[in-house]
């Protein structure tokens, strides 16, 4: 039982460039969210999803994209990096009335 | 809006040295409110969830409650191993189930 599984763990990517950081679970969960964590700022609602087909912004949702084709991953997209981009992402998922499983985080650096 | 603040933002303690973290909160209809460690370069680790006013939850030298507009994460006696950042978050009971986190407080337990 992997639990959450980000990649990749580490990034830098160039100003306007764009990639796709990957999610997956395999606990079967209906939620997952997307978090960015920045120093001094806490972990801020990038997007979420409550099932398969369906997602829906957080707090902080420019510059990203996300789809969920399936119960098991849940994809971030950068659209065009910015270095206001630059932080550490993490995903997360929960079955409904229970605590998230984080995942390890992916540490985005755009240069 | 929901909203979470913990404080204070960073805690330093004597080992055997007990204390309490804040954590108070806003939310349209509280669904739950989370308690997670984070280690650094980790992914936040579940402690614990309380559901209502009155609740009491422990963990071996942690010991969480919750009222109406506040919890407190209370540590008896800490050891140098519960150095971490301390992060609370609340669940709505409308809307959507993500997750909203306060800043954490940085706890180190000094020998």
């Known amino acids: 039982n992997a639990g959450v599984t980000q990649t990749p763990k580490f990034q830098v990517l160039k100003t306007g460039q764009s990639m796709t950081l990957q999610c997956a679970q395999d606990m079967n969960h209906e939620y997952m969210s997307w978090y960015r964590q920045d120093p001094g700022m806490g972990l801020r609602l990038i997007h979420y999803?409550?099932?398969?087909?369906?997602?829906d912004q957080g707090e902080v949702p420019n510059g990203y994209n996300v789809s969920r084709s399936t119960t098991e991953d849940f994809p971030l997209r950068l659209l065009s990096a910015a270095p206001s981009q630059t932080s550490v992402y993490f995903c997360?998922?929960?079955?409904?009335?229970?605590?998230?499983?984080f995942g390890s985080g992916t540490r985005l650096t755009v240069v | 809006e929901d909203q979470v603040t913990q404080s204070p933002e960073a805690l330093r303690l004597q080992e055997g040295e007990s204390s309490s973290l804040n954590c108070s909160y806003t939310v349209s209809g509280l669904r739950g409110l989370f308690w997670y460690r984070q280690d650094p370069g980790k992914g936040p680790e579940f402690l614990f969830t309380l559901y209502s006013a009155g609740e009491e939850k422990e963990k071996e030298r942690l010991k969480a409650t919750l009222t109406k507009k506040e919890s407190f994460l209370h540590i008896t006696a800490p050891k140098p191993e519960d150095s971490a950042t301390y992060l609370c978050?609340?669940?709505?009971?409308?809307?959507?189930?993500?997750?909203?986190f306060g800043s954490g407080t940085r706890l180190q337990v000094q020998p």
């Open positions: 997360a998922s929960s079955r409904a009335d229970y605590g998230y499983t």
């Open positions: 978050a609340v669940q709505a009971g409308t809307g959507r189930r993500a997750l909203t």
């Open positions: 999803s409550v099932g398969a087909g369906i997602t």
